[in-house]
């Protein structure tokens, strides 16, 4: 089991900038963690996720250039950041923190939700115009 604790997010205007984190309980040497979000009405989105074992990382088109995944596995953590920059009334969403320490890199880089099995309560991210 991996247990998945979130903390960040909040409103901002657009513009702005914020920073996620996720700290996975469970401590691997390599795993998958990534950032997906669901606005009102629509479906979960990919927005990036990172190979911790060899600190590769993934976009989706609609954040490439403004988003930012990194990882820090001091202390027999793994814990996962991403930094949100000139951020976007279409940002608005519900940010999910999702780990499976299953997938390999080939399967992490896909971005697909359905392939994680692991995922934390969601922090709310606002951002007005």
């Known amino acids: 089991q991996v247990r998945l604790v979130e903390s960040g997010g909040g409103s901002v205007q657009a513009g702005g900038s914020l920073r996620l984190s996720c700290t996975a309980t469970?401590?691997?040497?390599?795993?998958?963690m990534g950032w997906f979000r669901q606005a009102p009405g629509k479906e979960r989105e990919a927005v990036a996720a990172?190979?911790?074992?060899?600190?590769?990382?993934?976009?989706a088109d609609s954040v490439k250039g403004r988003f930012a995944i990194s990882q820090d596995n001091a202390e027999n953590k793994n814990t996962v950041s991403l930094q949100m920059n000139s951020l976007k009334p279409e940002d608005t969403a519900m940010y999910y923190c999702?780990?499976?320490?299953?997938?390999?890199?080939?399967?992490?880089?896909?971005?697909?939700?359905?392939?994680?099995?692991?995922w934390g309560k969601g922090t709310l991210v606002t951002i007005s115009s």
């Open positions: 999702a780990a499976d320490p299953r997938l390999d890199e080939r399967l992490c880089s896909q971005l697909n939700a359905g392939y994680m099995d692991f």
């Open positions: 469970t401590f691997n040497n390599a795993l998958c």
């Open positions: 990172i190979y911790t074992g060899l600190g590769a990382r993934y976009y």
